[in-house]
């Protein structure tokens, strides 16, 4: 007999985690936790595993790992999660709180109906553009529209860290691209060292795209937090939007704010409660 856990099931955009409140006890094997309620046949089913843990620097520490078992830096639909879930739960009385991630601490304004969070803006910190900290392979100074040849094709991409390294690229349609194809390609290119997350973007207009997203150790994601705001933020640096830009993912809309003039970046998107229950671990 295993240990029975107690869960809630969460959604940012359909970007979907079984989340434990650690805030009392840890669970052992987070790794092996994690790939099994991921699993979508035998266990519950998410893109990955996220702990809610105390702090000594903020007012709650994440702890996020993938559907493979592989840890994270930071989820930023699960950054607004945790937020409504430490909220909704009486963990906090405070509609302003900070979250520390392992790419630092996130500031999270919690926007409040019916005693239920309904919205989370998240200061989502200054993105970071020097290869060999997103990392990625280059002599450059920026990794800013540069051809990287995947699968026999030169694609334009864009580098950028929010926490975790993404590759952004702009294609024509997002609803065309042979993501279960290429997106592995993408995430095991050697030029990245340790894989990469990577978005594809189509332009609607100045202030709105569509964005597909394959995320490293999960695959194909209904939608990405830091991957929305590396998005926005390669849209602006490469003048192909303004810096306020709505982005429709596969599961919903999040709305991101490039301030360049304080190098900050701002995202404001819902989070969503699925179901609750108990699940026994298998070892």
Known sequence: MGKKVKFTKMHGCGNDYVYIDCTKEMIDNPEKVSEYVSDRHFGIGSDGLILICPSDVADFRMKMYNAD?????????????????????????????????KSGIKYLELTVENEKVVKVKVNMGAPILKPSDIPVKSDKDVFIDEPVEVDGVDYRVTCVSMGNPHAVTFVDDTSSI?????????????????????EFVQLISRNEVNMRVWERGSGETLACGTGTCATVVACVLNDKTDDEVLVHLLGGDLFIKYDRENDTVWMTGPAEIVFEGEIELPF
Do not use: Q, W
């Open 69 to 101: 078992g592989s840890e994270g830096s930071m989820c930023g639909n699960g950054v607004r999660c945790i937020a409504k879930y430490v909220y909704d739960k009486g963990l906090t009385d405070k509609t302003n709180i900070s979250l520390e991630t």
């Open 178 to 198: 042979p993501i279960e194809k290429i997106g592995p390609k993408f995430e095991n290119h050697p030029i990245f060292p340790d894989r990469v997350n990577t």
